[in-house]
């Protein structure tokens, strides 16, 4: 079966680093994405690894292991507005993509 | 202002009847996905499709049909509502559904099904 494991929830405090670890077994490898979800509210898009890697974009950087099936969300200069869930989801074989539960990142001050 | 659009918000539903969702986008994306997330689980996909006039059943079909007449619609229907159907269901969509493409949600319907 396919499966994305990633850690229920995690606190950590304002201005300080959190890494949200994310790993999978898919059918089939075509990409993997995180998505930000505040409470309520829509996922939207945060970022997509395709290649074994970092890949930064401001406060944010995602990292790829193909070869380990995993992932990591790295969040710098944690701002109170960062608590929300973090989902990660990989595109399997069929292009399909398979979802993990998320994590919910709780920021203290 | 480009996006996708759901209704109704939010829904509350006795078993039996039947239930509409409805999803629109404006982006002329060619895939449109619905999505349900439960506390505790993955959105799970229900029902997908690539471009107007085709559609695949996803993950977890059963208990609901779509139908993509045009480009910017994809209704989701809910023929005789059951209690485990109680859910926030999600409509997304994309340009065309290939391996780098970037799925973009709607507001969600929050339906609770007595």
């Known amino acids: 079966g396919q499966n994305i494991d990633q850690p229920t929830e995690m606190t950590a405090t304002e201005g300080a680093i959190v890494q949200i670890n994310c790993t999978y077994q898919?059918?089939?490898?075509?990409?993997l994405f995180w998505y930000q979800q505040h409470a309520g509210e829509a996922p939207t898009f945060l970022s997509y690894n395709v290649l074994d890697g970092l890949e930064e974009k401001g406060r944010f950087s995602s990292f790829l292991s193909r070869s380990k099936g995993y992932s990591y969300l790295l969040l710098k200069e944690l701002q109170m507005k960062d608590s929300a869930s973090y989902l990660c989801a990989v595109r399997d074989s069929n292009y399909q993509l398979i979802w993990g539960a998320g994590t919910k990142l709780i920021i203290k001050p | 202002i480009a996006g996708i659009t759901q209704a109704p918000t939010s829904q509350i539903l006795a078993a039996g009847r039947r239930m509409t969702l409805r999803c629109t986008q404006d982006?002329?994306?060619?895939?449109m996905y619905w999505y349900r997330q439960d506390l505790g689980l993955g959105l799970r996909l229900i029902h997908y499709?690539?471009?107007?006039?085709?559609?695949g059943k996803g993950e977890v079909p059963d208990g609901y049909s779509v139908s993509r007449a045009n480009t910017d619609d994809f209704p989701l229907t809910l023929a005789s509502a059951v209690p485990s159907q109680t859910s926030v269901y999600f409509c997304?969509?994309?340009?065309?559904?290939?391996?780098?493409?970037?799925?973009?949600f709607g507001p969600g319907t929050r339906l609770t099904v007595l």
């Open positions: 982006m002329r994306h060619n895939a």
């Open positions: 997304a969509s994309s340009e065309d559904g290939g391996a780098k493409d970037t799925q973009y």
């Open positions: 499709s690539n471009t107007a006039g085709t559609t």
């Open positions: 898919t059918s089939g490898f075509n990409g």
